[in-house]
């Protein structure tokens, strides 16, 4: 089965320095029908305008991953972490029994990220933070793992949980092809130009959840980037 849920129909939230859209229910916004996939709870695509951003804040057991479209964001915690996370590259913070921070935009420019939030199959760690760049050259035409709990995900950013994003850059017409494990299911997002997802047909920022299949192959019917979540 493939779902699409296109960008328009996603949840939504502004103020005068964030532009939110929310792939599943998030904050005020709530949709009974989409609660996550799996162990995928959050995929927030967030606009943050220069010199703002995120104040100091908590989590915990959870793992949350942000991946950078556009721009860079800036992380503090308190842990004494900090770091610029720019775009093409990732981050991964493992929220464990406690972690405070805080994300801004320090660019002269809109920052555009996307936050994705996995939960954790081990509770109560010990909250980390990291971040590590990908050159696009390594992901031209093939999926590469970013942040993984997955033994055969060497070099990926880790996380706790059997859990995986992964991440392609594609020339159009160019395709690359993900095999699902028995009862496994994909979150998919293009975060540039429009594809196909065995044969159905998604546009920039929209939603693509895969389950069922054995099987996916992704086209760019243009210049495409797209990331995706593999998740039990």
């Not at 981050?91 to 990220?113: L, W, Y």
Request: net charge negative; hydrophobic share 40%.
């Amino acid at each position: 089965m493939i779902e699409i849920k296109p960008f328009d129909a996603l949840g939504r939230f502004q103020n005068d320095w964030l532009s939110a859209r929310y792939h599943f229910s998030f904050a005020e916004y709530y949709d009974p029908a989409h609660m996550g996939v799996g162990t995928l709870r959050v995929w927030n695509d967030d606009t943050i305008r220069p010199g703002s951003g995120f104040d100091m804040h908590g989590h915990r057991d959870m793992e949350i991953i942000t991946y950078v479209r556009e721009g860079a964001i800036t992380h503090q915690d308190h842990l004494g972490n900090r770091g610029r996370t720019e775009a093409g590259d990732v981050q991964v913070m493992s929220a464990g029994r406690g972690i405070m921070h805080a994300e801004f935009n320090e660019e002269e420019d809109p920052t555009q990220i996307f936050q994705i939030w996995i939960e954790p199959a081990l509770r109560g760690a010990e909250p980390r933070w990291e971040t590590r760049a990908f050159p696009k050259g390594e992901r031209a035409g093939e999926l590469v793992a970013l942040a993984s709990g997955r033994k055969d995900h060497e070099g990926a950013l880790p996380i706790h949980q059997d859990a995986a994003i992964l991440g392609a850059t594609l020339a159009a017409g160019q395709s690359v092809t993900h095999r699902l494990e028995a009862g496994r299911k994909l979150y998919l997002v293009p975060a540039k130009g429009r594809i196909t997802v065995n044969e159905e047909s998604a546009g920039p920022r929209d939603g693509v959840v895969v389950s069922g299949v054995e099987e996916v192959t992704i086209t760019a019917e243009e210049e495409a980037e797209i990331l995706l979540a593999d998740v039990a």
